[in-house]
């Protein structure tokens, strides 16, 4: 199976809390990231989180880990359109490893 | 900081052509790499190196050279152009010992 899955597709209202979902299969991955990609641009580093923690807010992201389950979940609070954008997974492995293996990302569609 | 720094924007080549793509950090990172984007795929490493001197093969390594002879630049070379290297490519930069990994805006590369 995929190293990184995430749903492909996710629309909310305006006004409402995004909650992007992502899996992953290393139990030895040390840093796990979230990106954002508007159409055209670049990757835009929004997030990481080391895989000793459980949970980073910063602002309206909050990040939660659940190492268990090897389950990644980013929350955005109160989503604007200008929050519209691909949403990119990726988890760095082990030790001496320093590649990101990405997700294909979750395209979040904002409705006014 | 003009952080990390992809040129050309857009390329179009004809098969057999060859070019370099540019990527430059101001950052003073050890790790740099290439990754090239498609459409249904995600992300997927060409060639990434942990230092000036040092370079070594990603996923997806055939029909690309790197070099790496400073630590600013990490230049991706495409000896003979093919159709199925039309992409979008990015250069990410970051250190050895630390979580955050930047990404340039990408070049699109268009060969006919």
């Known amino acids: 199976g995929e190293d990184v899955e995430q749903s492909l597709f996710l629309s909310v209202r305006e006004g409402d809390s995004s909650v992007i979902n992502c899996t992953y299969t290393?139990?030895?991955?040390?840093?796990l990231y979230w990106y954002k990609q508007e159409p055209g641009a670049g990757l835009q580093l929004l997030t990481y989180i080391f895989s000793n923690m459980d949970m980073k807010q910063d602002q309206r992201l909050t990040v939660l880990l659940n190492k268990k389950d090897k389950h990644l979940s980013l929350r955005i609070a109160d989503t604007q359109t200008g929050d519209s954008a691909i949403y990119f997974c990726a988890e760095s492995r082990g030790a001496g490893s320093y590649q990101l293996t990405f997700g294909k990302g979750t395209k979040l569609s904002v409705i006014p | 900081n003009a952080g990390v720094t992809q040129t050309p924007k857009f390329q179009v080549l004809k098969t057999g052509q060859s070019m370099t793509l540019q990527c430059a950090q101001d950052?003073?990172?050890?790790?740099m790499s290439w990754y090239r984007q498609d459409p249904g795929m995600g992300l997927r490493l060409i060639h990434y190196?942990?230092?000036?001197?040092?370079?070594d093969q990603g996923e997806v390594p055939n029909g690309y050279n790197v070099s790496r002879s400073t630590t600013e630049d990490f230049p991706l070379r495409l000896l003979s152009a093919a159709p199925s290297q039309t992409s979008v490519y990015f250069c990410?930069?970051?250190?050895?010992?630390?979580?955050?990994?930047?990404f340039g805006q990408g070049t699109r590369l268009t060969v006919v």
């Open positions: 190196s942990v230092g000036a001197g040092i370079t």
């Open positions: 950052m003073n990172h050890e790790y």
């Open positions: 990410a930069s970051r250190f050895l010992d630390r979580g955050e990994a930047f």
């Open positions: 290393d139990s030895s991955s040390t840093y």
